[in-house]
């Protein structure tokens, strides 16, 4: 499929790429969804507002370093692939110097981001705290279904989440 610039779809390369901001995370149950189970009025209430807040952040941080490993997955090979043409450029017009500046430019660029990325740890960042958010959902749920677990891990929960532990107990 060709892609016009006033089109809705971008081009494969770029439809995972995160652009702009991310959608702000949103609670298991919405205050709609809620109000169709009068019976449960009090466990959503205390959810509410104790467990769904650690959740919220969880997925919060989950979606921030899930966007910055993405990112880092197109410009490490955009940065690869101007270094490659520099080098292209370079073979090509050996009487000019500037191909060689940009292709030692874009090389020490992807160095430097290879680098930075490799420190920043995005996806072990990423896979944390999504197993973290996945985890808070879980007993959410389990909390809400009656299980005999439910009632001791939300305590559990609740105290982690006063405390600013960020385990879930899940190792």
Do not use: K, N
Not at 78 to 90: C, D, N, P, R
């Amino acid at each position: 499929m060709t892609w016009l610039p006033g089109s809705r779809r971008r081009p494969a390369l770029f439809r995972r790429v995160p652009w702009g901001r991310a959608d702000p995370p949103r609670a298991p149950l919405s205050i709609a969804d809620e109000a169709a189970y009068p019976a449960l009025t009090a466990e959503l209430t205390l959810l509410r507002a104790e467990l769904v807040p650690a959740l919220l952040r969880a997925q919060r941080d989950a979606e921030r370093h899930q966007r910055r490993h993405r990112r880092q997955q197109v410009l490490l090979p955009a940065l690869s692939v101007l270094t490659a043409v520099g080098g292209a450029a370079q073979a090509a017009w050996a009487s000019s110097p500037w191909p060689g500046v940009v292709t030692g430019l874009a090389g020490a660029g992807a160095t430097v981001f290879t680098g930075y990325a490799m420190r920043r740890r995005s996806l072990r960042d990423f896979q944390h705290c999504r197993r973290r958010a996945e985890a808070l959902r879980t007993i959410y749920f389990r909390f809400l279904t009656g299980t005999p677990a439910g009632e001791t891990e939300l305590i559990s929960a609740i105290a982690r989440a006063r405390s600013g532990t960020a385990e879930t107990g899940r190792g």
